[in-house]
């Protein structure tokens, strides 16, 4: 989606920064267009780098290209954060004095506002009838947050967290398909304890899960993440629940199983645990070689698909196949290895792609086949797309 990010000179000028962030991170094309009195408060060198597009927020620039009305038409969404109260009420009157209110009176498309400024401004009734103005006019107006302000006073009208920033924008131009719909998913991949120090692991970076949980948040679903061994910042997500080994994915899963409509499984789940892990750790004792001894971890997905069958759950299940294809092999190979994945597993849906020379570990992108009973698809692009093809076919099981 291309996003244009407004922003207006207020003290919370400073958090556009994790907005475009959040955006860009998400795979949208940003730009951002701050106002001269926002550039008091944050550095265009700043929104530049973070957007990856350049700022000109002067209203007399390249007239001739008529920008106001090419920026106006080229977004899909507009967000302002910060808005001040002074943005808020020209814009509510319709006055047209900079760049960003040329573009926010010509542009056809959804706009979101996030208004920060102390509680006294927020609640004056000069704000409080632009507010409601505003939003009769169908423009989306976030509720500022209650916390700390710029003074030693605190109360209503707090910049929200970037991540709700981002979210509620999204969910203002994103069909809630899944509303109502209660999704686990776990992300991430395992790790079985050697001794005190070492494990047993796998390259899974867990993106493609949390891509599946950004998307179905984005579409309306409550999202449980089981997050397996996963660094990165899942401070966006209500709902976290965090393990490193098979047994504490599959207390998880039990647990959350219950209260779910579907569960997804990209977790590399390893096939194999110690016998018994070495308390402390273990040490070289100068020998040229050292057997582990290993035993199977049971098959959650397979355990899940039982427990459906015997009427004890009433759940969608979504199996993943990171598959090693041979050089010659194709998209047929796939197909066929998640068909017989489909039917082994007793799942709904097989979501298999290509990992062989380690080309989808980490990366952003992805190529994956949807299989199901009646229907098989190639999906390729941003995880986010993939994640989102990935819900149109599970939609059709809830
Ligand atoms: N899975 C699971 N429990 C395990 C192993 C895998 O629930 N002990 C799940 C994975 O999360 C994934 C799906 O099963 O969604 C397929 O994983 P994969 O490793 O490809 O399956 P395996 O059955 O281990 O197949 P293979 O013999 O190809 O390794």
New binding site residues.
Partial sequence: MRILVGVTGGIAAYKAAGVIRGFTELGHIVKVLPTQNALRFIGATTLEALSHNAVDPDLYTDVDSVKHIALAQEADLIVVAPATAAFLARYASGIADDLLLNVLLATKAKVVIAPAMHTEMWIHPATVTNVQLLRARGVVVIEPAVGRLTGEDSGAGRLPEAEVIVSQALNAVTNQDFAGKRLTI?AGGTREPIDSVRFIGNRSSGKQGIALADAASTRGATVTLIAINIDSDLSRFSNVVRVSS?EELSAALNAASLTSDAIL???????FRMSSPVIGKMHREDSDTKNLELVA????????SRLRMDSKLNVAL??????VLEPGQGSEELID?AKE?LA??GVDM?VANDVSNGQVFDADDNSVVIITKEEQQLSAGSKLTVANSILDVLRKFL
Avoid: Q
């Fill in positions: 776990a098979t499984m990209p977790a590399a789940v390893s096939d971890n049971p098959d959650l997905l397979v355990g899940l979504v199996g993943f196949a990171a598959e290895r994945k082994k597993k097989i």
